[in-house]
């Protein structure tokens, strides 16, 4: 199986900051990579998919970039909103894999 | 617009099987995509179970292999998931989630999640 190594677990953020959550993989995965976002409570919400391509309706202040291993998700002027959890999933290789999270909080 | 909601006990004794429902709205499971089970551990830990095709096939995590089950009722446009023995360890939070398939993978759609405790 694809481990999929998430960080930071956490980070205490201000609005209006720009943040960076990577994962590294344990093999290349040449860009199958999502990226989910998870409310408290609530369900998922996909923002990412093939390392760089917005889901629709997703705003333009979230963007992906990597190659190989190692991705990122960059969230641009931090809102209120974006307070949540967000977690890396792995589509080059079945079983599909995910990320343990990245916890967004308020500093 | 499309929609998935699961259903399910809510609470299994262990050695029991779970069976859960994902009922899906707005599109039909045997048009195209693959339907798939991911469940969310305690402390939040996520794991892909399962998925069944539009076609029928299947395809499992292996590590639950030897208890999973994925089926379908197409006339009611539902899928399934069936898994055996249960311990305290499959106590989770279960969703149902649509998987674009080729090319471009991703899950684009998720229901709202059943949470599930196995407990005597």
């Known amino acids: 199986d694809i481990l999929m190594t998430q960080s930071p677990s956490s980070m205490s953020v201000s609005l209006g900051d720009t943040v960076s959550i990577t994962c590294h993989a344990s093999q290349g995965i040449s860009s199958n990579i999502g990226w989910l976002q998870q409310k408290p409570g609530k369900s998922f919400k996909g923002l990412i998919y093939?390392?760089?391509n917005l889901e629709d309706g997703v705003p333009s202040r979230f963007s992906g970039s990597g190659s190989g291993a190692d991705y990122s998700l960059t969230i641009s002027s931090l809102e209120s909103e974006d307070f949540a959890d967000y977690y890396c999933v792995q589509y080059a290789q079945f079983p599909l894999t995910f990320g343990a999270g990245t916890k967004l909080e308020l500093k | 617009d499309v929609q998935l909601q699961e259903s399910g006990p809510g609470l299994v004794k262990p050695s029991q099987s779970l069976s859960l429902t994902c009922t899906v709205t707005g599109y039909s499971i045997t048009s195209d995509y693959a339907w798939n089970w991911i469940r969310q551990f305690p402390g939040n830990k996520l794991e892909w179970m399962g998925y069944i095709s539009y076609s029928g096939s299947t395809s499992y995590n292996p590590s639950l292999k030897s208890r999973i089950s994925i089926t379908r009722d197409t006339s009611k446009n539902q899928f399934f998931l069936q898994l055996n023995s249960v311990t305290t360890e499959d106590t989770a939070t279960y969703y149902c989630a649509r998987l674009r398939k080729g090319g471009l993978y991703y899950f684009d759609y998720w229901g709202q999640g059943t949470t599930l405790t196995v407990s005597s």
């Open positions: 093939h390392g760089t």
